[in-house]
């Protein structure tokens, strides 16, 4: 089955202590992409990559770290997270830069 | 600035009664368009693109059309099952490979 997998589905942390949020895609996808959804914002872009070894900032990127050492895989780093990081993040993966994108399920993340 | 809107914020509907969303856009170089509905708790899930202004695509009761400003989004017959939170995206030359999304429109649709 084609999908966006995302783990933990939901992390509480405390300040200060390093995470990382795995993606990984099965549809050999080019683009990957990193979202963060807050009430009354919506989505916003963190982070994208248009292919392996390949990565750019989206438009709240900072406090935020990726990587794309794979084509399947796109995690999120969070160095030194802080309470406002608190949110819902999604990745999400499309076959090329302008073309429909597949997110995955969510990863609820508490900061305290 | 460029922007992506979306009116109304929420809508309720009796289902059988059609209605529009609107995702008004201020960008230059417009690349695509995109709409994605939202169930909650679960991520978006694509409905349409949209390239160029005259454009129109349907699936089932959706159909989207596209102009230079705007893009609609029409629900024919609406069912309790179209209850969702309806986003729209932009891509555009000047955006580079970044999408911006619209804030969306809840939309609940009542047996």
């Known amino acids: 089955e084609a999908q966006v997998t995302q783990n933990p589905r939901y992390l509480i942390t405390v300040t200060g202590k390093k995470l990382t949020v795995t993606c990984s895609q099965n549809?050999?996808?080019?683009?990957m992409s990193w979202y963060r959804q807050d009430p009354g914002l919506g989505l916003r872009q963190i982070y994208y990559?248009?292919?392996?070894?390949?990565?750019d900032k989206g438009d709240v990127p900072e406090g935020y770290k990726v990587s794309r050492k794979e084509k399947r895989n796109f995690p999120l780093i969070l160095e030194s997270p802080s309470p406002n990081q608190t949110s819902l993040y999604f990745c999400a993966s499309s076959p090329t830069v302008n073309t429909e994108a597949f997110f995955g399920q969510g990863t609820r993340l508490t900061v305290v | 600035e460029d922007q992506v809107t979306q009116s109304p914020e929420a809508l309720r509907l009796q289902e059988g009664e059609s209605s529009s969303l609107n995702c008004s856009y201020t960008v230059s170089g417009l690349r695509g368009l995109f709409w994605y509905r939202q169930d909650p708790g679960k991520g978006p899930e694509f409905l349409f693109t949209l390239y160029s202004a005259g454009e129109e695509k349907e699936k089932e009761r959706l159909k989207a059309t596209l102009t230079k400003k705007e893009s609609f989004l029409h629900i024919t017959a609406p069912k309790p099952e179209d209850s969702a939170t309806y986003l729209c995206?932009?891509?555009?030359?000047?955006?580079?490979?970044?999408?911006?999304f619209g804030p969306g429109t809840r939309l609940s649709v009542l047996p």
């Open positions: 990559s248009m292919n392996v070894e390949v990565t």
């Open positions: 549809m050999n996808h080019e683009y």
């Open positions: 995206a932009v891509q555009a030359w000047n955006y580079g490979q970044n999408f911006v």
